[in-house]
């Protein structure tokens, strides 16, 4: 007896929408991209329950008609590419034909559409594989998709499904990339009766980025814009010395789709390499235009990837761009401080930054009471014996050299204790003396929400002042005020990651990582005694609580057979 079936249309038919459709994420991204393919100039979304029970995408594009409008729900039925050979040069978001069949096997779905204004429009009703109605409609020029119920015949996949606040936050991010590739196009979203944001078509990047970001994230960018042969980057990336703390802030769309794209990000982050301050990252939107035949497309089922053909050269072109940027950009400060030392008459004399044993380090206000009251306990080993490159402690035992990362210990040792301090829930909080404003995005303000008794228990209070503005009214103690700003930026950012269960966790690394030392940091000989003390006290001494190591060794054995000894 033959084991081996072929399976139904309609099972089949599952088995590829889960592929192409896996949240309600999935389904809005076709969706809009299909207005997009279409010419819309205004695109609006509306979801319930993080588009969980209802996601509905209305656009003014081309619209179909009625004979298309049957048509593609049928697989692999498309309007965008004819032949084999198109597949060399994808001009469209869209070309497989099967994001609608796609969609409505999975869901209760209805389309209304019309191609011009005053001639009779489509409406159709489906529920999974049936049509349940065809019917004449007077309807605007334009489509408008409604899915209902996702997956309510797919019971194991409904259930992989995330809480709302979190599918809604997918949503936010997608379409936060789609806005910045096509800032002529006015975009709204709003989840159940709460509008989360309306943007009006603008004419460039720049006012999109500041329609979503606000104006602190644009003032501290700087313009890109480069071309070699048919390669062209422009964007916006961060302008040193700002940069944020958190590398999600990397977009890269490749001819206007949003990519997630490991060599694009090493290039950029390897151009910044020594521009910024360690653990801070580039801002970037960047976009990469190429010939449609240098990119393949087709390599990703969702086609959140894509391939180069000649993946060396786009690593090295914008390697190139961003380090040439970053070089006039630098020129351009150089020459300003120059004008102004000469205007003030004297010249700053810098250290060098080589091996220091004894340096009279200025003690900020938190070292201060960090690094005070040192109890005065015999000499225990390691022993420290100098701080090299303003970065590491080099301290010994009797059998080994030990090379401590400042920054990575301090951040050890002061997430334990965070977490001692945040066990008793007696965490220091100051009021801000003068109201610090931010600006959110709609990402942001969801996760904000989602987070709010975290971020409480941890010292912020935040206010709404309408729109995206909100201001912080009280921080953490242990935060300088512009810092705290900068930090809970990044917290939001971060912990929205994370899951549920290890998010506290998650914020009191983000606060350590905030508060300790930097590289570069001239450290007193009792500053770094106490922290290599502290350092060798905590559960962990080896790894910093972002999983970092801590500490190289030289073992005296080596040292001894490389110098003949032995
Ligand atoms: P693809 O986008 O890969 O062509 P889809 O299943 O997403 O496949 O859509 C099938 C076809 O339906 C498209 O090629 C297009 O012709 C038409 N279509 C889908 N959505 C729209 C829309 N919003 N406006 C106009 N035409 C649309
Ligand atoms: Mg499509």
Request: hydrophobic share 40%.
């Amino acid at each position: 007896m033959s084991r081996i079936i072929r399976l139904s249309p309609a099972v089949s038919q599952k088995i590829a929408a889960g592929e192409v459709i896996e949240r309600p994420a999935s389904a809005v991204k076709e969706l809009v991209e299909n207005s997009l393919d279409a010419g819309a100039s205004e695109i609006n979304v509306e979801i319930w329950a993080g588009g969980k029970r209802f996601i509905r995408v209305t656009d003014d594009g081309s619209g179909m008609g009625r004979e298309d409008a049957l048509v593609c729900f049928e697989r692999h039925s498309t309007s965008k590419i004819r032949s084999e050979e198109d597949l060399e040069a994808i001009a469209t978001l869209g070309f497989r034909g099967e994001a609608l069949p796609s969609i409505s096997a999975v869901s209760r779905l209805s389309l209304k559409t019309a191609e011009k204004r005053g001639e009779k429009g489509t409406f159709i009703e489906r529920e999974g594989e049936r049509v349940l109605l065809i019917q004449d409609i007077g309807f605007p020029p334009g489509t408008s998709v409604e899915v209902k119920d996702l997956f309510f015949n797919l019971p194991a996949r409904r259930k992989f499904l995330r809480s709302e606040k979190s599918e809604l936050s997918s949503i936010v991010k997608y379409l936060t990339g789609v806005c910045l590739a096509f800032p002529g196009v006015r975009f709204s979203l709003t989840h159940g009766k709460r509008e989360i944001f309306h943007y009006p078509a603008v004419g460039s990047l720049k006012e999109r980025i500041f329609q979503i970001y606000g104006k602190s994230t644009i003032a501290n960018l700087m313009e890109v814009d480069y071309q070699q042969d048919e390669i062209k980057i422009f964007g916006f990336v961060s302008a040193p010395p700002s940069g944020c703390y958190d590398r999600r802030r990397q977009i890269f769309f490749v001819n206007k789709r949003p990519v997630k794209d490991k060599l694009l990000q090493a290039a950029l982050n390897q151009a910044y390499d020594g521009f910024l301050e360690r653990g801070r990252f580039a801002e970037a939107f960047l976009f990469l235009s190429c010939p449609h035949s240098e990119v393949d497309v087709n390599v990703h089922p969702t086609k959140a990837e894509v391939r180069f053909r000649s993946s060396n050269t786009v690593f090295s072109f914008v390697f190139k761009c961003m380090r040439q940027a970053l070089l006039r950009h630098q020129g351009i400060k150089e020459i300003y401080a120059a004008q102004e030392k000469e205007k003030k008459g004297f010249r700053i004399e810098e250290g060098p930054p080589h091996l220091q044993i004894e340096t009279d380090a200025k003690e900020d206000e938190m070292g201060q009471e960090l690094f005070a009251s040192l109890p005065e306990k015999e000499e225990l080993f390691p022993r420290v014996l100098g701080q090299y490159l303003r970065s590491y402690i080099v301290a010994e035992t009797p059998e080994e050299i030990l090379i401590i990362d400042q920054h990575n210990a301090h951040e050890r040792v002061l997430f334990e204790k965070y977490k001692e301090i945040h066990k008793g829930k007696k965490w220091p909080q100051k009021m801000v003396l003068f109201p610090l404003l931010v600006d959110l995005t709609p990402s942001q303000i969801l996760s904000m929400e989602e987070n709010q008794s975290l971020l409480e228990e941890a010292g912020f209070r935040v206010e709404a002042m309408g729109g995206q503005s909100y201001v912080l009214r009280e921080v953490p103690d242990i935060f300088q005020e512009e810092e705290a700003k900068d930090v809970f930026l990044s917290l939001l950012e971060e912990i929205k990651e994370e899951k549920i269960e290890k998010r506290e966790e998650a914020l009191l690394a983000t606060l350590a990582c905030r508060t300790a030392v930097k590289v570069g940091e001239p450290l007193s000989p009792d500053r770094m005694k106490y922290l290599v003390d502290e350092l060798f006290q905590t559960p962990n001494p080896s790894l910093c609580p972002h999983g970092r190591p801590i500490t190289v060794r030289i073992e005296r054995r080596e040292i001894e057979k490389g110098l003949k000894r032995r």
